[in-house]
């Protein structure tokens, strides 16, 4: 009341907007650009929609924004509703719209940034968000994406360029066959040294070296296999000791604590940095089969070097730094591929297949390459699948009273599931891949 009596003869309009900021709700108010409460800049728009007597539209709005301070709609004159409607079409070309059910969290917010995520209070609480870094940055990349999107498609010469320079980088920035035997020697002269200490072990090459989907720099992925007796913790604690003990191996470490345990050296002759794992079984697997559809489809191996060159320029490809796995960009061009229409790569694994669900990849298994031909899979119910089948067993045994010749049918269904197995073509590759 003493701050109204001070400001005497100052209008509603002045002193709405400030205590409208007072009550503005947002998630985050620190990206604001404004130094001071924000009050001028509202002015100032509402002065400048003043001005413009002669636009009814504007008149509308800033009628109803001098009376914004009205919580019931219900008693809004004609002319505050059309301004208040106005109003809110223009925020929605900032992205920022009216909810049709308050959040529970925020009761007295009425508007939502589709864009920041942010619940805003009112009307002036909105024009305080449209002028702060956060959604001015988030309008610009909205922009960009949809200049993006509304690019014509390229013309046949544009397609005939852009193969050309995909085939040139992959040449440039590729391995070669000589890059490949160069990695195979490191590998070879590796299991000499090891094999000296533990001869029931052997090495062996996978990964992007083997697949020709490494760049010239890429690492030398070794995996080292060995009988079962042996403990695996151990294996390699004991190829530390005999890589840092060898003259041919420099920056030799451990990285015992990743997802897959490595030993870490660098091959002094070629400058070449290996990763040496033990019994990683699936990741050979999974070579042997991409090394297969490289050779099987000429444009693979381009376009997964394409784009691990462009991830590599725009630094997403590094794991340890948050990046993605060189891996995934193989399997997101193998997808590619097997989407396109003609499809390149055609399905190995689907709906023809008795019981097969989609949402449970994990249960089918691939087992390796037969005669060059074929790929051998397995059917292997997952321990949490087996738990959530029994639980519903349980529950139907609960619910129902009991037939033992259904019982017998339907356990007759699960053991056949279980056992289920297959070979399907090399022309016959799945997306099942890509969820591994």
């Not at 609480?125 to 390229?154: F, V």
Request: glycine share 4%; proline share 5%.
């Amino acid at each position: 009341v003493g701050e109204r009596k001070k400001q005497g003869g100052k209008s509603a309009l002045e002193t709405a907007p400030r205590s409208q900021k007072q009550q503005a709700c947002t998630d985050n108010t620190g990206d604001s650009d404004d130094s001071a409460s924000g009050i001028e800049d509202i002015s100032d728009d509402l002065s400048k929609m003043k001005n413009d007597d002669s636009n009814k539209e504007n008149s509308s709005e800033m009628e109803y924004l001098e009376n914004a301070t009205v919580i019931d709609e219900s008693a809004l004159t004609p002319e505050q509703r059309l301004g208040l409607k106005q109003a809110e079409e223009r925020l929605e070309r900032d992205h920022i719209f009216r909810l049709e059910k308050r959040s529970p969290e925020y009761t007295n917010c009425r508007y939502l940034c589709k864009l920041c995520l942010i619940h805003i209070e009112n009307i002036q609480g909105a024009h305080k968000h449209i002028k702060e870094k956060r959604h001015k940055k988030n309008i610009l990349e909205k922009q960009e994406e949809s200049e993006l999107r509304s690019l014509p498609p390229p013309t046949p010469a544009h397609l005939a360029a852009l193969s050309v320079a995909v085939i040139e980088l992959a040449k440039e920035h590729g391995i070669t066959d000589d890059d490949l035997r160069v990695r195979q020697e490191i590998v070879e002269e590796m299991s000499k040294v090891i094999t000296t200490f533990l001869p029931e072990c052997s090495l062996r090459l996978y990964g992007s070296s083997l697949t020709k989907f490494a760049l010239k720099n890429s690492d030398v992925n070794i995996d080292i296999k060995f009988p079962p007796r042996m403990n695996h913790p151990d294996l390699l604690i004991q190829v530390l000791g005999i890589l840092k003990k060898s003259v041919l191996y420099i920056d030799v470490e451990s990285d015992f604590h990743a997802k897959v345990p490595v030993v870490v050296c660098k091959d002094r002759k070629s400058g070449l940095l290996c990763r040496v794992s033990a019994g990683n079984d699936m990741a050979c697997l999974t070579t042997d089969l991409l090394a297969a559809l490289g050779k099987l489809e000429p444009v693979f191996t381009p376009l997964v070097l394409a784009f691990r060159y462009w991830a590599k320029l725009c630094y997403i490809d590094s794991q340890t730094d948050g990046g993605i796995p060189s891996y995934c960009f193989a399997l997101m061009v193998m997808f590619f591929l097997q989407q396109r229409k003609p499809p390149l790569l055609p399905c190995l694994l689907g709906s023809w297949i008795e019981g097969f669900d989609p949402k449970r990849m994990d249960d089918f298994q691939l087992k390796g390459i037969v005669e060059e031909k074929f790929v051998k899979w397995e059917y292997n119910s997952s321990s949490a699948t087996e738990k959530n089948s029994i639980a519903e067993e349980n529950k139907a045994k609960a619910d129902q009273p009991k037939d033992d010749t259904k019982k017998t049918e339907t356990d007759n269904q699960s053991n056949a599931m279980k056992e289920k197995h297959g070979k399907v073509s090399f022309f016959c590759f799945c997306f099942w891949l890509f969820y591994l």
